[in-house]
T-cell receptor
Framework: DAGVIQSPRHEVTEMGQEVTLRCKPISGHNSLFWYRQTMMRGLELLIYFNNNVPIDDSGMPEDRFSAKMPNASFSTLKIQPSEPRDSAVYFC??????????FGQGTRLTVV | DAKTTQPPSMDCAEGRAANLPCNHSTISGNEYVYWYRQIHSQGPQYIIHGLKNNETNEMASLIITEDRKSSTLILPHATLRDTAVYYCIVRGNTNAGKSTFGDGTTLTVKP
């Protein structure tokens, strides 16, 4: 199994541009999670899905952030418009209902 | 999720056992203790978890006190590649990825 796959690995964009981060969870996992990591705030859960349905998006910082999971094998996290303070590493993780979560390698986003 | 307390940093000599403590005095009866680690620039990696019995796998051992208010992660023979931030998380056993990550313990393994 290739694990959780995130793309791109690195993204540099200008303030105001739309950014889309992508995640392919591990096949057979029915839960998917988006985290953000910064030096100041550490690892924060943004949103999670069970069976493609968003369950808790209370961690999404603003309306500029949106996440979708159109099917069991794909999810996106979109920021529109992006701002410099959105610069962070964004992680996607997937899991079965019980047991451990598997994280991707992350997308390092830099907004200039 | 119950709150956990970990020392911010620890050092360990290569080849020696690394013992990483975690306090979780408010743990409830159905909450598990999970350990993850994050090596620089990588995603967090699952290590081990347990409810009340001690657990061992190929990576580490987990010792949970009888009152479950604290635990210790043991890396029996630390290597330089074990240098990482180690997170102790207490949570139920559903929604496995919905975890509250604190600041963790930065373990530095020295030659």
């Amino acid at each position: 199994d290739a694990g959780v796959i995130q793309s791109p690995r690195h993204e540099v964009t200008e303030m105001g541009q739309e950014v889309t981060l992508r995640c392919k969870p591990i096949s057979g996992h029915n839960s998917l999670f988006w985290y953000r990591q910064t030096m100041m705030r550490g690892l924060e859960l943004l949103i999670y899905f069970n069976n493609n349905v968003p369950i808790d998006d209370s961690g999404m910082p603003e309306d500029r952030f949106s996440a979708k999971m159109p099917n069991a094998s794909f999810s996106t996290l979109k920021i529109q418009p992006s701002e410099p303070r959105d610069s962070a590493v964004y992680f996607c993780a997937s899991s079965n209902p019980t047991g451990r979560a598997f994280f991707g390698q992350g997308t390092r986003l830099t907004v200039v | 999720d119950a709150k956990t307390t970990q020392p911010p940093s620890m050092d360990c000599a290569e080849g020696r056992a690394a013992n990483l403590p975690c306090n979780h005095s408010t743990i409830s009866g159905n909450e598990y203790v999970y350990w993850y680690r994050q090596i620089h620039s990588q995603g967090p990696q699952y290590i081990i978890h347990g409810l009340k019995n001690n657990e061992t796998n190929e990576m580490a051992s987990l010792i949970i006190t009888e009152d479950r208010k604290s635990s210790t992660l043991i890396l029996p023979h630390a290597t330089l590649r074990d240098t990482a931030v180690y997170y102790c998380i207490v949570r139920g056993n559903t929604n496995a990825g919905k975890s509250t990550f604190g600041d963790g313990t930065t373990l530095t393994v020295k030659p």
